[in-house]
């Protein structure tokens, strides 16, 4: 297993869309869950949403309604798609795969979400 590799961030208006990708290694079967993480500058790190390998989905409640987390198994990537996006959703948004054996995270390197008022 190697770092995940995330793409899809950049500027966009409020209101609009983007939509992040994050390829994993390895053979879906191995993995457990895979989500995405968001930091802003001054703020905690927060778990926007994660989905489990029998496709349970957890979003944060800043993001419920706007955001959706799907996979891609024959692919193995996990994808966020962002809509009416706002002011405060910018950050640096991480992806993490989580395997079952051996049970490890891997994190993508983070990429740039800035939303323009």
């Known amino acids: 297993q190697v770092q995940p590799v995330e793409s899809g961030g950049g500027l966009v208006q409020a209101g609009g869309s983007l939509r992040l990708s994050c390829a994993a290694s390895g053979s879906m079967l191995n993995i457990n869950a895979m989500g995405w993480y968001r930091q802003a500058p001054g703020k905690q790190r927060e778990l926007v949403a994660h989905?489990?390998?029998?496709?349970?989905?957890t979003y944060a409640d800043s993001v419920k309604g706007r955001f959706t987390i799907s996979t891609d198994n024959a692919e193995n990537t996990v994808f966020l798609q962002m809509s009416s996006l706002k002011v405060e959703d910018t950050a640096v948004y991480s992806c993490?795969?989580?395997?079952?054996?051996?049970?490890?995270?891997?994190w993508g390197q983070g990429t740039q979400v800035t939303v323009s008022s």
């Open positions: 993490y795969v989580t395997y079952r054996l051996p049970s490890r995270s891997y």
């Open positions: 989905i489990t390998s029998s496709g349970t989905t």
